[in-house]
């Protein structure tokens, strides 16, 4: 991996995103603001008061230069000023020895509020709007990061190559062949695309990978494609010298909002989906939306489903169903999965069951119809189905099922069960459903739009 550079305004978090992501890639860190102190002997503030910013902006190119050359820093994540590229020098020597991340601003009063957290650390203040025009040159995009449990996640647009990322990818088919300039030079294992794969079989493939390339404890595994290939990979890694570092790179817009992000690793027995599983976090979930111009319109249309999901249990209102999403609004929508996870991150205080709402139906559907029905399309039918049963339990108003059933009918989505299937022939699958207690299974009702409840029901 060449170095990379995290480029943006002051106070937008390039630090704190780089030390956190220096740790999860096992690289060297540097902060060009530390490493001028350090060649200067003094403060940033001091080198203004002494100089003016002319002084600064010396000291900051000859830095930066000493910086690149130094064999330490090969291959490192350096946080730089937020105006460091200012310097068209400076910027033409960033972009031949690496790449450069650059960060989207927060909000202004975001902004201002961390810096006058430092009173005096940033002697320019806030300048984001003035040179707004200049960051906006930079195509690598980070949107957002969240860091939940043992992840860094960095939703971004365009973020470039994954060569050096992992000492192996695992990657489906389908995803490597749409995205091979992504995979260019990266030590890459591909497996067959589709859920019918997601079986221990496919598993002990992954482990002939990692033993016929070497793979030990202090190796990093990393899977790109959709869920089926993180979910598959990352238990592989769960279990794999009894646990090893891994990274997902999500391809697809059902995994990019929800299933690459939340630790949860597994794959299906012929009886029942996930019943083999562990929760196995993530060092990195690397999301860029860049790989969704490749995907086609039904593979979009699954990722809706997930993101509905989202806006119904945060009582948010429908978002734009006919365009691709952005990585900002990938985003918006994931940050509802990361505070339901972040408060429960094991499932086990109620919390983060309500993102099971719609499939314990929709993964029964899945089973019983052989996965004709790719798994968004079974998530929405499960939706209309768990609402319908929230109204005959007198926990939702008819308006509110119907207004689901438009919600998603809008996103191009199923709304029914097919003809030869009903509830109740599901009643068996859902009996096998890792959230069963005998003949008790806890459904994630929807009853209204922000208004998802963890409800026990015995299946007779």
């Given at each position: 991996m060449n170095t990379l550079f995290l480029y943006g305004p002051p106070a937008s978090g390039k630090?704190?995103?780089?030390?956190?992501?220096?740790?999860?890639?096992?690289?060297?860190f540097f902060d060009l603001d530390d490493e001028i102190v350090k060649a200067k002997g003094k403060s940033i503030p001091k080198i203004f008061e002494a100089g003016g910013e002319a002084a600064f902006r010396k000291a900051e190119s000859e830095t930066l230069r000493a910086l690149i050359l130094r064999p330490d820093s090969q291959g490192a994540i350096i946080a730089l000023g937020g105006g460091t590229l200012l310097d068209n020098a400076n910027r033409e020597l960033a972009e031949?020895?690496?790449?450069?991340?650059?960060?989207?601003?927060?909000?202004?009063?975001?902004?201002?509020?961390?810096?006058?957290?430092?009173?005096?650390?940033?002697?320019?203040?806030?300048?984001?709007?003035?040179?707004?025009?200049?960051?906006?040159?930079?195509?690598?995009?980070?949107?957002?990061?969240?860091?939940?449990?043992?992840?860094?996640?960095?939703?971004?647009?365009?973020?470039?190559?994954?060569?050096?990322?992992?000492?192996?990818?695992?990657?489906?088919?389908?995803?490597?062949?749409?995205?091979k300039s992504a995979l260019a030079n990266a030590t890459l294992e591909t497996i067959p695309s589709g859920e019918q794969f997601k079986n221990l079989k496919t598993v002990e493939r992954i482990w002939g990978f990692a033993l016929s390339h070497g793979l030990g404890r202090k190796n990093t595994l990393a899977a790109f494609g959709g869920g089926v290939t993180g979910d598959l990979t990352g238990f592989s890694a769960a279990t794999w010298m009894r646990g090893i570092n891994w990274i997902n790179f999500p391809t697809t817009l059902l995994s990019m909002v929800d299933a690459s992000t939340g630790g949860k690793t597994g794959c299906d027995l012929p009886c029942g989906k996930n019943l083999?599983?562990?929760?196995?976090?993530?060092?990195?979930?690397?999301?860029?939306?860049?790989?969704?111009?490749?995907?086609?319109?039904?593979?979009?249309?699954?990722?809706?489903?997930?993101?509905?999901?989202?806006?119904?249990?945060?009582?948010?209102?429908?978002?734009?169903?006919?365009?691709?999403?952005?990585?900002?609004?990938?985003?918006?929508?994931?940050?509802?999965?990361?505070?339901?996870?972040?408060?429960?991150?094991?499932?086990?205080?109620?919390?983060?069951?309500?993102?099971?709402?719609?499939?314990?139906?929709?993964?029964?559907?899945?089973?019983?119809?052989?996965?004709?029905?790719?798994?968004?399309?079974?998530?929405?039918?499960?939706?209309v189905e768990e609402a319908k049963?929230?109204?005959?339990?007198?926990?939702?108003?008819?308006?509110?099922?119907?207004?689901?059933?438009?919600?998603?009918?809008?996103?191009g989505l199923p709304t029914e069960l097919p003809q030869d299937v009903t509830f109740a022939s599901l009643k068996d699958i859902m009996l096998k459903d890792k959230k069963h207690q005998g003949k008790t299974v806890t459904f994630a009702l929807p009853c209204a739009n922000g208004d998802v409840?963890?409800?026990?029901?015995?299946?007779?």
């Open positions: 630090t704190t995103l780089g030390k956190k992501l220096a740790e999860a890639l096992r690289r060297p031949k020895e690496g790449r450069v991340w650059c960060m989207e601003a927060p909000s202004a009063e975001e902004l201002e509020k961390r810096i006058a957290a430092k009173p005096g650390a940033r002697p320019l203040g806030n300048k984001a709007e003035e040179r707004k025009a200049h960051y906006a040159t930079f195509p690598r995009r980070v949107a957002q990061k969240f860091f939940l449990k043992d992840s860094l996640v960095v939703v971004g647009d365009d973020l470039g190559p994954l060569h050096g990322f992992a000492d192996l990818i695992i990657a489906d088919e389908n995803a490597a062949k749409a995205n083999i599983g562990a929760f196995h976090f993530p060092k990195l979930v690397l999301i860029d939306a860049a790989y969704l111009k490749t995907l086609p319109e039904n593979e979009l249309k699954n990722g809706r489903a997930e993101m509905i999901k989202h806006e119904i249990i945060k009582g948010l209102a429908p978002g734009n169903y006919k365009a691709i999403p952005s990585a900002q609004e990938i985003g918006d929508n994931l940050a509802v999965k990361v505070e339901m996870v972040t408060k429960d991150p094991y499932e086990v205080k109620g919390f983060r069951l309500l993102l099971n709402c719609g499939h314990t139906v929709g993964h029964a559907l899945e089973i019983a119809t052989n996965f004709s029905f790719s798994h968004g399309q079974a998530v929405a039918i499960g939706m049963l929230a109204q005959k339990l007198g926990l939702a108003k008819p308006e509110f099922v119907n207004e689901l059933k438009e919600r998603i009918a809008d996103a409840r963890a409800v026990p029901i015995e299946l007779k």
